[in-house]
């Protein structure tokens, strides 16, 4: 018997067929961030520093340069995680040969992005790029007190959206515009309310269009250089979304260590709320660490599973490590992630059901402790199997050997 045959037959005992699971996770899409390639630079005002209180450490070998770079390590990182994905882009990853500001990007500026796309066959998604910027400088962007600076972000984001929706166009697949902005203030603010209208008055124009596009935005607890105050708070973006019909997105680093992303996915798919997930790794603070098979991965990973969540729920990922294989961190999160969704699809879901229907607290845990020791790992490897995908045993050394013919 192989280790399948073998995994199959322990997960049948307890009436859970892994067949299901493997095509159940074949069919999520993970949107990669192209930003882990190249430390958040982009092509744009390739000398501008990276502002908006985030922060890339580290300098191993090979850091993307220019739009074929990013592309090459992409198609690699793609080839390296079964299924059909997505890229997420920000603004600054505009493909052109035009000196432009983020105030003129324009669907055209993307197109070689979008070719790419097509020859991939996958989706793009996008972010409006509202920091790294000289009109971003003093912290402050569509909350700004001076009108001149909130109109240029204002239309930064409008035709942030236009690009969107000429990717959903061209893709034929949603695109999710996220909208993340860095404003905030180092220490105590003494009107915490101003700001948030201006903020409020600034979505309010960009939002006016309907558009065929998936927007969400996306909230932070702080960052650097504002840790006492951010404009958009979890509850500011969470009442405009709802007030509005847009979406959220929730970074798994952008909330206090001890709050629970999972339990606030599942709270607002009580009420259909449109989510975007930036999976990523807080470590102490909001630090942007690979993701990695970790308990908050693995709740994230249930709460969708089990709340039917996986085709309702964007899913993409926000970390950012120059400190080691930039191309290896995109295929070590997104397959980490794959992992604990496939613990979770091989979870008895009747059977669990039931058993808390019941009160049936002990046999409850029992479960719980007992579906740890199950080999959900084989079942994964027969996954990249059926893909035609490097096994976890041999994927390294190809990124190794890819990293090792760099001429960069
Ligand atoms: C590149 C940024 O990390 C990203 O746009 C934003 O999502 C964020 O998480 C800022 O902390
Ligand atoms: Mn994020």
Redesign the pocket.
Known sequence: MTNYELARKAYQEIGVDTEEAINALGKVRLSL?C?QTDD?KGFLFKDNALT???QVTGNYIGRARNPQEVKDDLSLALSLIPGNHKVNL?AIYADTNEVIDLDRIEPRHFKPWVDWAKKEHIGLDF?P?C?SHKKSSDGFTLSHPDQNIRDFWIKHCIQSRKIGAYFQKELKQPSVV?L?I?DGFKDNPYDLITPRVRLKESLDEIYQEKLDVTDVM?S?LF?IGAEAYTVGSHEFYLSYALLNKLGV?F?T??FHLTESVADKIASLSVFNQTLLL?V?RPVRW?S?HVVIFDDETSKIAQVLVRGNLLDKVHIGF?F?DASISRVSALVIGARSFQLALMKALLEPKEALTSIEFNKDYSKRLYYQEMLKGLPYGVVYDEFLKRHHCESQHTWFDKVRAYEERLDR
């Open positions: 961030q930003w958040v908006g209180g985030i920000h972010n790029t920091f996220n993340w860095p996306e932070k960052g997105c970074d680093g952008h930036h990523s909001d942007d926000d950012f």
